[in-house]
């Protein structure tokens, strides 16, 4: 298995909502990233994981909350989103943490707050 | 503090000519440098990545790219474009001393007309 897989694809969330993205992989990569994309643009990144541990926060709102149940799981709780959290939002892994490491990504879930 | 550039846009070319897409990065100490591709409502792909060793690096569907490390520069390059090749493509750059984080340029639209 050489796949990232994200849920749902598409999410629209009112304002006052809690939803969850989600992302497996079962490729062995000990390091996961959660990244936001915003159309035309290239990935901002937001989380870190590496072993299970947040390595990296890029100074993301609280709104969103990252989780890494285990070394497969990687899940983004969405709380009081607003509309110009709107974005396509990418999970990726990588097998170590280090520089040389190659990010494969997942498809991606699209967030629409509206 | 690490960076790239990605200085055209846009590159339109014509089947079976030659592409290039351009690249110039930034950073302290030994680059790793890649190129991802994205195609429309996916996540990115990656096609090749500079590490060490030899300048020329090939990588998937036939595209290559020379690390020059005077001109701090890594173009993608093909002999022969195809129209599947049109996506948007994206180089980046992780330091050595700054794991787990890949800075990403603007990307590049790639054009390639029957």
């Known amino acids: 298995d050489t796949e990232v897989t994200q849920t749902p694809k598409h999410l629209v969330m009112g304002m006052t909502n809690k939803k969850s993205l989600k992302c497996e992989q079962h490729m062995g990569h000990r390091a996961m990233y959660w990244y936001k994309q915003k159309a035309k643009k290239p990935p901002e990144l937001m989380f870190v994981?590496?072993?299970?541990?947040?390595?990296i926060n890029e100074s993301v709102p609280s709104r969103f909350s990252p989780e890494c149940p285990n070394s497969s799981l990687l899940n983004l709780h969405l709380h009081a989103l607003q509309p110009e959290d709107s974005a396509l939002y990418l999970c990726?892994?990588?097998?170590?943490?280090?520089?040389?490491?190659?990010?494969?990504f997942g498809a991606g879930s699209r967030l629409t707050v509206l | 503090a690490q960076s790239v550039a990605q200085p055209e846009d846009q590159v339109n070319v014509a089947e079976g000519n030659p592409l290039t897409v351009k690249c110039t990065y930034s950073?302290?100490?030994?680059?790793?440098l890649f190129w991802y591709v994205q195609y429309p409502n996916r996540g990115l792909q990656f096609l090749l990545k500079?590490?060490?060793?030899?300048?020329l690096v090939k990588g998937s569907y036939g595209f290559e790219a020379e690390f020059n490390k005077s001109q701090t520069s890594f173009h993608l390059k093909k002999p022969s474009a195809l129209v599947s090749d049109s996506a948007l493509y994206f180089c980046a750059v992780r330091a050595y001393t700054n794991a787990g984080k890949s800075t990403f340029g603007d990307g590049t639209t790639l054009t390639v007309k029957p």
């Open positions: 994981y590496s072993y299970e541990k947040l390595s």
């Open positions: 950073v302290s100490g030994n680059p790793y």
């Open positions: 990726a892994s990588s097998q170590g943490y280090s520089g040389a490491n190659v990010l494969t």
């Open positions: 500079y590490i060490t060793g030899d300048n």
